[in-house]
């Protein structure tokens, strides 16, 4: 594959798993199979481009309060080592199984992200226009804004979180795809954290869940910087473009443009995987 080719390709994908709090590799680890890239080479790639798209909308996402710090290191811990031991195992994996565990693994979120209606969290008129946004200090909640309104939340069920989180590792460690497409809707849905806080809080430290995964990569032999560097060039510009277009979404369309996204994915891997 052409080295412009593979930019383009980081960049639409970091732009897409931005505004959906996904992940780019989700989307950009699939296409690179489909084209014909072996799984060994393609999820190095695919974690190099979670990490740029990662540091690019962090900032934007930071300064407007939606990125909650200590949830976002809470479900980490658990996705790091998940994504340790995937990463370890991914060799031994056969490529048809992997391709089927990714395609039901983006089932099951794109369902979670279609199954509920409207919004969980909203805004609330005892928290008015002055009322500074950002997360609780010390606790699992915070506030942010939307539109001209703060919506307040408190994260639930942390256990369980952090066990789909973990599995969310495994995955990402196993594919090389970030895991943002199993940890979004694992915040989202279960622990009741806003579709807007989740999918920013997620694109933040899928930065971490990609470092942790391609340290072990590196120590097996297995990165390919020449093509890596085209893709991280295109996440980046991908990264910043989907943070500035995810602030102006809604939490319904932030939602709903997640499900779709891995409904695509879905379809494109298990397809792969049937006629492989």
Same mark, same amino acid.
């Given at each position: 594959m052409s080295l412009p080719v593979l930019a383009l390709l980081g960049l639409l994908a970091a732009l897409a798993g931005s505004l959906g709090g996904i992940g780019g590799a989700t989307l950009l680890v699939p296409a690179l199979l489909?084209?014909? %890239?072996? *799984?060994?080479?393609?999820?190095?790639?695919?974690? %190099? +481009? +979670?990490?740029a798209g990662s540091l690019a909308s962090g900032a934007r996402q930071l300064n407007e309060g939606l990125?909650?710090?200590?949830?976002?290191?809470? +479900?980490?811990?658990?996705?790091s080592v998940g994504v340790v031991?995937?990463?370890l195992a991914s060799t031994q994996v056969p490529e048809q199984l992997l391709a089927f565990v990714?395609?039901?693994?983006?089932l099951v979120g794109a369902v979670a992200a279609?199954?509920?209606?409207g919004m969980r969290n909203l805004p609330q008129a005892a928290f008015g226009e002055e009322a500074v946004t950002g997360e609780w200090p010390g606790t699992l909640g915070g506030q942010y804004r939307l539109g001209d $309104?703060?919506?307040?939340? $408190?994260?639930?069920? +942390? *256990?369980?979180?952090m066990v789909l989180c973990l599995g969310a590792g495994v995955v990402a460690g196993l594919s090389g795809v970030g895991g943002g497409f199993?940890?979004?809707?694992? %915040?989202?849905?279960? %622990?009741?954290? *806003?579709?807007?806080?989740?999918?920013?809080?997620?694109t933040f430290t899928l930065g971490l869940t990609a470092a942790t995964g391609l340290l072990v990569y590196a120590g097996q032999g297995r990165l390919e910087l020449r093509e890596g560097a085209a893709a991280v060039l295109g996440a980046l510009a991908g990264g910043l473009l989907g943070a500035r277009l995810q602030s102006s979404i809604s939490p319904v369309t932030a939602r709903r443009l997640t499900g779709a996204l891995l409904l695509v994915v879905a379809a494109v891997v298990a397809t792969r995987a049937v006629l492989a």
């Open positions: 489909v084209a014909g %890239m072996e *799984p060994t080479v393609a999820a190095p790639i695919g974690l %190099m +481009v +979670v990490g990125v909650h710090h200590r949830i976002g290191l809470t +479900v980490e811990l658990a996705a031991g995937g990463a990714l395609a039901g693994a983006a279609f199954a509920r209606k $309104q703060v919506v307040p939340y $408190q994260a639930r069920r +942390v *256990p369980l979180g199993l940890k979004t809707p694992a %915040m989202s849905e279960v %622990m009741h954290v *806003p579709a807007k806080v989740a999918a920013a809080t997620t």
